[in-house]
Each structure stands twice: as structure tokens, then as C-alpha cells.
């Protein structure tokens, strides 16, 4: 079999991980792994397609970060789908869902919500603590009675499609938007894999897409700091008057200023949930901004 996959390695001091992060997201946007030295070196593994795009960011990886020791290697795709078989271990959120990949399907708990999810060497397979932490804040808003079936919801940045799916699964119907033309894809085939593809439409996007005056009962978006913090005033202004805003892709040390430009357009201090690192930020029923 041919050399499909590009491994992608280097490593970045404390003071460079947002600007690698951003880079990362702006560049590939599927996902990454990351793992920290006690000296606060992050380092950061991901594949790519074995295309000359792939190249490209590697070269610009090269000249950004010099002392980053970027190492590539060559692999084939048939390695990633066996390791997830091999790995892939089912995650409960939130005590109200259960990320499940098809092979492992037949396993689900009665009590939980399954989202069957096709892991990707591209897109997150729910994993990552940040997708958990949306998923809890989606449960506990259900719990509170701020979601309800039938509502409308909009998923800003879908990836895989796992927010939009969980949110199908408790009765709402909504869309998922995308800057990536190949998460849309994956995304499509999660929706079919879980039935929802009826009520989780997607599409190729960012929220500049979404129409002047559409509001959204929920709006989730698991992103990153700085763009959330860019996309501020574009993002209330999609939220429903008594609608609910889920946001992560936060670092703990990065809340105060997403939480800043949030409070700039008039909202109130988000409740704070945390997983190791990370935050979620939860407004539930806002009033709409002053």
C-alpha cells in the first residue's frame, strides 16, 4: 500500500503554544495531538493528507519555528482506522451521553444518549476534554429546562458533527457550520450513521454565513480563545432574547478575556466549567445583550 498519511511532529516553548494552536486551527482545524514537558514545551503531533498542501504547511511550520525541530514521516492510512479499533474507548458526558464508535454500538448504556461517531484521522472523536465539556453544559441545560424538543440550534465550528448530533438526539434540529469542506463531510456521514441527517442539516461556512437576523434558541461553539473573542459580537447576535451560549476550545488561563469581550456587548459572567486544563463557558437563558 502507498504512503497516504504525512506524521507531522515539532515543539513549541509556553510562550509560543497559542501562537501554535492558532496555527494549527487556521492550517488544519481537524485535530491534534499534544502532550507537555515540565519545562511548559508543548508538543504537538498531527496527519495530514501526503499532498503538497501537506508540504506547504510543514515549510511554513519550518520557517515560523526554526528551533521547533519539526519532524514528518510517512504512513499509511490503514495504520490510523486499526489504531482507533485498537484504542478507541467510549466516553460518557455530562451523565446524559455516551460517545460510541459503530463497532462498539451494541454496548450502549439504556440510560445514556448514544452519538455513534466514524473516527477520522481528520476530525475529533470526541475525546478531547473540550467536547465533553459541551456536551455536559448541553445536558445541564436540558436538566434546567433551558432546551427543550423543538428547538432551533446552530453548531459553529461542527468538526465532526458531534455537538449538532447530541442536540438532534434531545429533540432540537439545527444546522452545523463549517470552515472546512472536509469536517462538513464527515459530519454529513455521522448525521446518517445516527439518524439525525433529517434534523442536523450542515453546510460549508463560518458565522458570517448565517443570515442578518437569524436567531438560535442554543448556539455551541467549540473553537479557540481568539477566534471566539474575534467572532464576539457576531455570535450574540445569532442567540435567541432567553436563548442559551455554549462556548470552549478555552484554556483556563484564556477565559477572563473571552469572558471580557462577551461582558463588552452587554451579557452577563458566564457560569465556568472546567476539565484539566480547559473551560467551558455556559450562559444559560440570557436575557440578550443591553
Not at 264 to 290: I, K, R
Request: one cysteine or more; proline letters at 5%; glycine letters at 10%.
Amino acid at each position: 500500500m502507498s504512503n497516504d498519511l504525512v506524521k507531522i511532529e515539532f515543539s513549541l516553548p509556553a510562550e509560543e503554544y497559542d501562537n501554535g494552536v492558532l496555527f494549527l486551527f487556521q492550517n488544519i482545524q481537524h485535530g491534534w495531538e499534544e502532550s507537555q514537558a515540565v519545562d511548559g514545551t508543548t508538543h504537538f503531533s498531527t496527519y495530514l493528507e501526503n499532498h503538497p498542501a501537506a508540504y506547504a504547511v510543514i515549510a511554513e511550520i519550518k520557517t515560523r519555528w526554526p528551533e521547533a525541530g519539526c519532524k514528518t514521516e510517512e504512513s499509511e492510512s490503514q495504520d490510523w482506522s486499526q489504531s482507533w479499533r485498537e484504542f478507541f474507548t467510549p466516553i460518557e458526558c455530562g451523565g446524559r451521553f455516551e460517545i460510541l464508535p459503530p463497532w462498539l454500538s451494541d454496548t450502549q448504556h439504556a440510560d445514556l444518549t448514544p452519538i455513534i461517531i466514524e473516527p477520522k484521522m481528520a476530525f475529533g472523536t470526541g475525546h478531547h476534554p473540550t467536547t465533553a465539556l459541551c456536551l455536559s453544559c448541553l445536558a445541564d441545560l436540558q436538566r434546567r429546562s433551558h432546551i427543550a424538543a423543538g428547538m432551533e440550534f446552530l453548531d459553529l465550528g461542527t468538526g465532526s458533527g458531534i455537538l449538532g448530533i447530541g442536540l438532534a438526539k434531545l429533540g432540537l434540529h439545527g444546522i452545523g457550520l463549517d470552515i472546512d469542506p472536509q469536517a462538513i463531510i464527515c459530519a454529513e456521514e455521522n448525521a446518517q450513521i445516527n439518524k439525525v441527517q433529517d434534523t442536523f442539516q450542515v453546510s460549508v461556512g463560518g458565522v458570517q454565513a448565517v443570515p442578518e437576523g437569524k436567531t438560535y434558541d442554543v448556539l455551541v461553539a467549540n473553537i479557540l480563545s481568539k477566534p471566539l473573542i474575534f467572532m464576539a459580537k457576531d455570535i450574540v447576535t445569532h442567540v435567541t432574547k432567553g436563548g442559551s451560549l455554549v462556548l470552549s476550545g478555552i484554556l483556563i488561563e484564556q477565559a477572563p478575556d473571552v469572558i471580557r469581550a462577551y461582558k463588552l456587548l452587554g451579557w452577563p459572567d458566564p457560569e465556568l466549567h472546567e476539565s484539566g486544563d480547559w473551560a467551558g463557558l455556559l450562559w444559560a437563558g440570557v436575557a440578550g445583550a443591553c
